[in-house]
Nanobody, 122 residues
């Protein structure tokens, strides 16, 4: 059974940092395209970052470029999203997703975690 479990969310002040984790079981992350999505209340789920594998270029949505960094530890079967210089507009529920052929749209991913809430507020 495939499971993706996100953790690391929380409440942080503007300008602060958080590191999200996505621990996988039932699949080998290095064989999958991994994406981070986020969804704020009343909005559609949007892509934040996509990585095909450890040796490929990572895609970031424009609003997080230079602030967020995707990484993965294949030995731990875990992906990460380091988020720095957080802004209130980064608030939302963050999800990791996995698929062999995923892109930047949610419908392209078969496997999803349950999400972790990130709230940026003073």
């Amino acid at each position: 059974q495939v499971q993706l479990v996100e953790s690391g969310g929380g409440l942080v002040q503007p300008g602060g940092s958080l590191k999200l984790s996505c621990a996988a079981s039932g699949l080998t992350l290095e064989s999958y395209i991994i994406a981070w999505f986020r969804q704020a209340p009343g909005t559609e789920r949007e892509v934040v970052s996509v990585s095909a594998n450890s040796n490929s270029r990572t895609h970031y949505t424009d609003s997080v470029k230079g602030r967020f960094t995707f990484s993965r530890d294949d030995a731990k079967n875990t992906a990460y999203l380091q988020m720095n210089s957080l802004m209130p507009e980064d608030t939302g529920k963050y999800y990791c997703a996995a698929d062999h052929l995923g892109g930047t749209h949610p419908h392209e991913y078969d496997y999803w975690g349950q999400g972790t809430q990130v709230t940026v507020s003073s």
